[in-house]
């Protein structure tokens, strides 16, 4: 009878991220799931009253007076100010890490999943260098050559913030059922770290810059692996691990 | 937000085709959701993000967008100029509060309440908005034209003056479409000297709504502060196309324009009309300013070799005025086109936005070329509890635990949401028992289908508690049918044993272990390489997991020679047909007969499951009897 050992397919695909991320020069790192709100909303300039607060459906806990406004991080770019506020650049740090928004679950949503967020600031990183970046990231994790390309978008702790879509790591770009036929994966955002998020945390802006990017590993594991339904990958169903 | 491109024309004459304006607006200003084919034109549906939300949620941003990034010349519309007359009065108006930025009100006399003409309802219904009379529409009409929204009382149910002030504790309101709203001291309505007509920016009120018998109205155009119209909206729980305008901070400056604009339109159907003077109140004009930018600054940030010509020649296209003060430094005048500014602190990193904006006119794509990402030297290391976690999952993998996931929130914990999804998961975990407990029900009822007797599981994951906060936990469970040689909770405490884990101890039972990994708060000194995790394949050919349960049949037999010869896992596969899921052999032995030639017995188990419905014993029942004949054509002797 069978008596062989499976690991968690998310587990799988986030060690392929961390020996991508670390063969790229990046440290990979964590921070809390349970948030301030400072470093999940208000120094990566999200203010509390700002529209794009919207942007993000939040999952609030219940305050303990001396503590302030704590939340279930909505995305691993908490770390960003975390880490900023204590290190000197340069460098270049990767978090995968479990967030949650509060929206209801499908067969394409979880109010839990994991999101890569990642950072690299120096004296000379720009918009060029972040999508090299880019290619060699996706290219290294999928172990076969990956184009980007770039299109403008908004996120309030970029500016630029850009849109990343990736060639279609199954069919290269020629068209197929993942890439909905177009060769291209819409795959993350990104951008240049705003001068705010970068002030917030006690850096001079004139001196040092940086990119900043955002991707979900759950979606990643289900174009990768082909797992139809999200929950499957947190519903604590052996079946799904045996596959891997 | 929808464009329409029969409004579009009305700000460019040539505007290009639909397909050259998809692929300019995603490669250079926002994400083309749809496409939808009208009758007259096309409805584009565009993604207009907060950043732009002040001045692109309308046909006008839309239109200067593809102005600058087509070469065509962008119009504003025609508005009217106004021959007010005496007989009308002036809107008598009290503005209260520093939260109304602007307030202007024009009387209308002589105004008919007739029934939208075609042109107006056919873009209404285009832009998915209700056709309800010409007085209204066009309000709704402009509001998408121009990104301004106004609103028409009746003339006749205003009493006395306007006036914009907070509400008073406990006030209430009767709200268009008949909500009743009690209002608190923070919201700011419109009053005339009898009552609330509407909530300022937000929703308009029954007291002074147009209806048939209106013969004129008060048409107002008014700007209110962005966080308190947000704030408001939240609190009563309505947002209006109006809402989100005002609270991504539309501009007070096209004020006018937008009340001219409306003056034009109503005019042209009903040249009846008159007005008297329009009143304006608007203490502080909002002024563009200026910001730097430098062409070295603008290539650092970008990794492009622009000129200083080719920075002004984009600029020009963006319509910005500058001028460049000395070479390479430019001073830019900004305004509320394409700048979204709400405080001091936005004005500082303005020059940044102007960077972003020639960023995206080159183009992301075919605009900035790659720079070679150089990794920085010597980095690339992992926090301590990455490289612990893995170096687990790989011992457990080893030793045949299968590992699993389950959710965060539940029913029960110490730290406790606001705002939870579910009544039963209000808390966050404080161990992994409870998802734990249910993985390896489902595990040992799944037994048969993964090919096992006996199954082991283990997850590693967060936990929060008061004491301690945020910490990692692993926890152990199994079921084994057999516990006589070694029960299920010894078996786990071994293992934990082997892999060098076994204190830390926070639950046991008889067939779960939980032991404290790490305290989730030692996050940034990466200083460890990183493990590999131990697996086979890099893609998996994914099954769908069935829904209904499945079914097992054993059978056993003496093989014959013929038997031997062959491969019958693959053969049972074959012959049970598609139903049939899983083949394992689960008991092999050897009997010596007494003649004492050596008989081998074998038995399988077959597993049985339906993507598409329960099964029936009798559909496995043939399913066996095919096995059985075919096994025994073999020349097998089935026990």
């Known amino acids: 009878m069978e008596q062989k050992g499976h690991l968690h397919p998310l587990s799988i695909l986030i060690n392929d991220i961390t020996q991508a991320g670390v063969k790229l020069g990046f440290d990979i790192v964590d921070g809390p799931e349970l948030e301030q709100e400072k470093y999940n909303f208000d120094m990566l300039n999200i203010p509390s009253w700002h529209p794009a607060r919207d942007m993000w459906d939040t999952f609030w806990v219940k305050t303990l007076a001396e503590k302030g406004r704590r939340v279930m991080r909505t995305h691993t770019s908490s770390v960003q100010p975390r880490y900023m506020e204590s290190h000197t650049p340069p460098f270049a740090v990767l978090v995968p890490g479990k967030v949650f928004r509060y929206e209801p679950t499908d067969a394409t949503h979880e109010a839990q999943f994991f999101q890569l967020d990642g950072f690299m600031v120096g004296k000379d990183v720009s918009v060029a260098t972040m999508k090299s970046f880019f290619a060699q990231f996706f290219s290294e994790l999928f172990k076969k050559e990956i184009n980007v390309r770039m299109r403008p978008s908004y996120f309030p702790f970029v500016e630029p913030g850009v849109e990343v879509d990736m060639s279609c790591f199954k069919c290269g770009g020629s068209g197929c059922n993942t890439c909905k036929h177009t060769g291209w994966i819409e795959i993350m955002g990104a951008g240049m770290i705003h001068p705010k998020v970068l002030v917030a945390c006690g850096l001079n802006p004139e001196e040092w810059q940086g990119f900043a990017f955002g991707v979900g590993i759950d979606r990643i594991a289900m174009m990768k692996y082909g797992i139809d339904d999200v929950r499957h990958l947190y519903n604590g169903d052996v079946r799904v691990s045996a596959q891997f | 937000m929808k464009v329409y491109t029969e409004v579009l024309k009305q700000f460019i004459s040539d505007l290009p085709d639909t397909e050259t304006l998809k692929s300019v607006l995603t490669n250079h200003a926002f994400e083309v959701e749809e496409v939808i084919k009208k009758e007259k034109g096309d409805a584009i549906d565009l993604k207009v993000l907060p950043d732009r939300a002040h001045d692109a949620l309308s046909h006008r941003g839309v239109a200067r967008e593809i102005a600058t990034h087509t070469g065509k010349k962008f119009n504003e519309v025609a508005t009217q100029t106004l021959t007010p007359t005496t007989e009308v009065s002036s809107v008598p108006v009290r503005v209260e509060s520093e939260l109304c930025h602007r307030y202007m009100a024009l009387r209308i006399e002589n105004v008919s309440v007739a029934k939208s003409p075609a042109w107006l309802s056919e873009i209404l219904g285009v832009l998915d908005q209700k056709s309800i009379n010409t007085l209204v529409d066009l309000t709704n009409y402009i509001l998408f034209e121009l990104g301004q929204p106004m609103h028409v009382f009746d003339a006749e149910k205003v009493k006395g003056a306007i006036t914009v002030r907070t509400a008073r504790a406990g006030e209430t309101m009767t709200t268009l479409d008949n909500k009743e709203l009690t209002l608190t001291e923070e919201m700011l309505v419109i009053a005339d000297d009898e009552a609330v007509l509407a909530l300022a920016g937000i929703k308009g009120g029954k007291k002074a709504e147009v209806d048939a018998n209106t013969k004129s109205i008060i048409l107002e155009c008014a700007n209110f502060d962005s966080i308190s119209v947000r704030r408001s909206a939240f609190k009563v729980g309505i947002r209006t196309d109006a809402s989100k305008r005002f609270e991504n901070n539309y501009p007070s400056l096209w004020a006018e324009q937008t009340l001219l604009r409306y003056v034009y339109l109503l005019q042209k159907e009903q040249p009846d009309i008159s007005y008297g003077e329009v009143t304006d109140i608007y203490p502080n004009p909002k002024m563009s300013f200026l910001a730097t930018i430098t062409t070295k600054r603008t290539n650092e940030w970008l990794g492009t070799q622009l000129s200083s010509s080719e920075i002004s020649e984009i600029l020009t296209k963006l319509h910005l005025e500058h001028v460049q003060k000395d070479e390479g430094v430019f001073e830019v005048t900004c305004n509320d086109n394409l700048f979204n500014i709400r405080s001091v602190d936005d004005q500082k990193y303005v020059s940044y936005q102007i960077i972003g904006h020639i960023g995206r006119v080159l183009g992301y794509d075919a605009g900035i070329q790659e720079k070679e990402y150089m990794p920085l ?195 049972f596969l074959l012959w049970a047909g598609a139903l049939c899921v899983r083949v394992d052999m689960f008991d092999e032995f050897e009997k010596t007969l007494e003649d004492g030639t050596k008989k081998l017995s074998q038995a399988y188990r077959l597993v049985f499951q339906s993507q598409e419905k329960t099964l029936t014993d009798d559909e496995v029942n043939v399913c066996m009897q095919n096995v059985e004949r075919e096994i025994e054509s073999l020349g097998c002797e089935v026990r």
């Open chain 2, 377 to 571: 030297k010597p980095r690339g290391q992992v926090v301590p509890y990455i490289t612990e976690t893995d170096r687990i999952r790989n011992e457990l993998v080893a030793r045949g635990f299968v590992e699993v996931r389950t959710y965060h929130f539940q029913n029960e914990g110490e730290e406790e949401l606001e705002n939870p999804i579910a009544n039963d998961k209000k808390f966050i975990r404080s161990n992994l028992y409870l998802g734990m407990s249910e993985a390896l029900t489902k595990a040992t009822y799944n037994a048969p289908l993964l090919g096992r007797t006996d199954i082991f599981i283990f997850e590693i994951g967060t936990v929060v508690t008061k004491e301690k906060g945020e910490v990692i936990h692993l926890a152990l469970a199994g079921f084994k049918q057999n516990q006589k040689k070694q029960k299920v909770i010894d078996v786990l405490k071994q293992t934990l044993s082997e892999i060098g884990l076994d204190t830390n101890v926070e639950k046991e039972t008889e067939n779960y272990i939980e032991v404290v990994i790490s305290a989730h708060n030692e996050l940034f000194e990466a200083a460890q390489d990183v493990v590999d995790l131990v697996h086979e394949s890099q893609y998996v050919n994914w099954k769908p997991l069935s829904v209904y349960p499945f079914m097992t049949r054993d059978i056993a037999f003496f093989v014959s020679e013929e038997a031997k010869q062959k491969d019958l896992q693959e053969i």
